[in-house]
């Protein structure tokens, strides 16, 4: 049986924002969670949503769902938070 078969991992929510761009503000997201989350795995937009002032756009945000293995030996709260 592959290795694949008896792994599970853990999903969690987190938002991004930028001024520039929806796509911007997924990698920011993506890229501040993966220095505490250890081997994330996916990210998935799940909303898009923009902040407007005076008729112009000044922040672009994004819902992401994270999914990342799940360590028997770490507490998956511990985890999310970076450990500490």
């Not at 503000?25 to 890229?31: F, P, Q, T």
């Not at 898009?48 to 990342?68: C, W």
């Amino acid at each position: 049986m592959g290795d694949n078969i008896n792994r599970v991992y853990v999903v969690s929510e987190l938002v991004g924002t930028s001024t520039v761009s929806w796509e911007d503000a997924a990698r920011k997201a993506i890229e501040t969670a993966s220095k505490s989350v250890k081997d994330l795995r996916i990210g998935e937009v799940v909303k898009q949503d923009v902040t407007v002032e005076d008729g112009k756009v000044v922040n672009y945000r994004v819902r992401l769902k994270i999914s990342f293995k799940f360590h028997r030996e770490i507490a998956w709260y511990e985890e999310i938070r970076g450990g500490c």
